[in-house]
């Protein structure tokens, strides 16, 4: 059974940092792009970054250089390290394989 994970949400002011980590398992977790998403209240899901089976990486122009995503696959997590924290980046952020979700981790931006 596909399992992922959330963690490491939280409240932060702007311009502060948050990592999230998706831990992984029923997989075969090196074969697979990773991929976190964000729901902002009231807003549709927005794709934010993937990281690839053979390490290529994809960010969503709203959090690139900002944003770092990072696979470890002898752990069987992605972890996604945000800097430079804005209040539009307030969502519920998921992890997701394909049509595999986790239960999300709430990150709130603000003063």
């Known amino acids: 059974e596909v399992q992922l994970a959330e963690s490491g949400g939280g409240l932060v002011q702007p311009g502060g940092s948050l990592r999230l980590s998706c831990a992984a398992s029923g997989f075969s977790f090196s074969s697979f792009a990773m991929s976190w998403v964000r729901q902002a209240p009231g807003r549709g899901l927005e794709w934010v970054s993937s990281?690839?089976?053979?390490?290529?990486?994809d960010y969503a122009e709203s959090v690139k250089g900002r944003f770092t995503i990072a696979r470890d696959n002898a752990k069987n997590t992605v972890n996604l390290q945000m800097n430079s924290l804005k209040p539009e980046d307030t969502a519920v952020y998921y992890c997701?394989?394909?049509?595999?979700w986790g239960q999300g981790t709430q990150v709130t931006v603000s003063s």
């Open positions: 997701k394989r394909g049509v595999y």
């Open positions: 990281v690839y089976s053979d390490g290529r990486i």
